[in-house]
């Protein structure tokens, strides 16, 4: 999960680094760097997002909605926060299942 996490991040902030070309608050020069950049962190955001999906088992809406949350402006942080969310579950459950094993 780490590495979705990072290719997220990463694949969000370049997302905006092209919106801020497109609105002009960057020069057009960068465009075929930033451009190539983002469409490579794309691709890897797509296949880490199935790795992701697989390994922890979530549906096929919770999957189109981690993939269109690549697509809106600033819905990285969403993603973000439902990974963490869904992060501290498992360590919780984990936690409890430690603790009945003992007793």
């Known amino acids: ?9 990463f694949e969000g ?7 801020s070309i497109t609105l002009g608050i960057i020069s ?3 465009v075929f760097y930033f451009g190539s950049l983002h469409g ?3 691709i890897t955001y797509l296949i880490s997002s ?5 390994k922890r088992k979530w549906s096929v809406i919770v999957w189109l909605l981690v993939f269109l949350a690549s697509i809106v402006p600033f819905a990285f942080i969403a993603v973000e926060f439902y990974i963490r969310k869904q992060l501290s579950e498992v360590e919780v459950t984990s936690y409890e299942s430690k603790e009945l094993q003992r007793l």
């Open 28 to 30: 057009r020069d960068y």
């Open 50 to 54: 199935l790795h992701a999906s697989h």
């Open 40 to 42: 490579v962190l794309f």
């Open 13 to 19: 902030i370049s997302y905006l680094l092209i919106l």
């Open 1 to 9: 999960m780490k590495v979705f996490r990072l290719v997220s991040l």
